[in-house]
T-cell receptor
Framework: QQQVKQSPQSLIVQKGGISIINCAYE??????FPWYQQFPGKGPALLIA?????SEKKEGRFTISFNKSAKQFSLHIMDSQPGDSATYFC????????????FGRGTQLTVWP | GAVVSQHPSRVICKSGTSVKIECRSL??????MFWYRQFPKQSLMLMAT?????????EQGVEKDKFLINHASLTLSTLTVTSAHPEDSSFYIC?????????FGPGTRLTVL
């Protein structure tokens, strides 16, 4: 059973546009929600993360929006650049399980120049 | 951020041989490390959780005798693929827990001929 559902599977955005990736979860015990960026042939890199005590977190062009009641969270990439073209994974974990991450299926983002 | 290294980055071996992959946390101590497997254009699949000084916990369906994990120190975990076969060819990624975050290694591409 997929613990974290991610959409869309692929996304094409023009340079300067906004990229939005959505994730949903069922387990209300999850208390940590990171986003990872992965380039081909490389390991995932932590991009930004949020905890349920806040509804939004912004770091540069990247923003996480978190809706606890709807059990959804999303990644917004403002002013998308060709260098942002990568696969993005959302994840969730519970502090009680030593950080075991449950990953979404990933979103392949392509930013056209 | 915390840095995790993997060695080797790429390995090609003959069917029936064993391959060892090292995962090191370079600037922090990690009591918990994780091993993942990733197929092309797919998400990360957790294989096992490795705790320093104790036996690894394997996910359902992962053969313990085939994928041997040793976490002998706070900065090193190893994954040995024993008697490798072509179906074991994949991208193997480790991660190390640092407080409530996971930092990933760059991955190891295993090709079994």
């Amino acid at each position: 059973q997929q613990q974290v559902k991610q959409s869309p599977q692929s996304l094409i955005v023009q340079k300067g546009g906004i990229s939005i990736i959505n994730c949903a979860y069922e387990n209300t015990a999850f208390d940590y929600f990171p986003w990872y960026q992965q380039f081909p042939g490389k390991g995932p890199a932590l991009l930004i993360a949020i905890r349920p005590d806040v509804s939004e977190k912004k770091e540069g062009r990247f923003t996480i929006s978190f809706n606890k009641s709807a059990k959804q969270f999303s990644l917004h990439i403002m002013d998308s650049q060709p260098g942002d073209s990568a696969t993005y994974f959302c994840a969730a974990s519970r502090g009680s399980t030593l950080g075991r991450l449950y990953f979404g299926r990933g979103t392949q983002l392509t930013v056209w120049p | 951020g915390a840095v995790v290294s993997q060695h080797p980055s790429r390995v090609i071996c003959k069917s029936g041989t064993s391959v060892k992959i090292e995962c090191r946390s370079l600037d922090f101590q990690a009591t918990t490390m994780f091993w993942y497997r990733q197929f092309p254009k797919q998400s990360l699949m957790l294989m096992a959780t490795s705790n320093e000084g104790s036996k690894a916990t394997y996910e359902q369906g992962v053969e313990k005798d085939k994928f041997l994990i040793n976490h002998a120190s706070l900065t090193l975990s190893t994954l040995t693929v024993t008697s490798a076969h072509p179906e074991d060819s994949s991208f193997y990624i480790c991660s190390a827990r640092f407080y409530d975050e996971q930092f990933f290694g760059p991955g190891t591409r295993l090709t079994v001929l």
